[in-house]
């Protein structure tokens, strides 16, 4: 499983003034994808990797990856 790199999302969520449900909206994802991500700190799959770095203007969607 993908661990997200909080503070980074955090910082770029903030950045674009965007809350949860607006990412949400964006990245063509519901809600509870969003909640569960928030939640449990890691991504589902790829694809919601990718789509969150698409919606979010990320080049590099690694950057939202937590390197252990």
């Given at each position: ?15 674009k003034q ?13 809600n509870a ?36």
């Open positions: 499983m993908l661990k997200l790199n909080r503070k980074f999302f955090d910082n770029i969520m903030a950045k965007m809350n949860a449900n607006e990412l949400a909206q964006k990245a063509d994802l519901s994808t969003i909640s569960k991500l928030l939640k449990e700190n890691s991504f589902a799959s790829y694809k919601t990797l990718g789509k969150i770095a698409k919606a979010l203007n990320i080049e590099e969607p690694a950057e939202l990856i937590k390197n252990d």
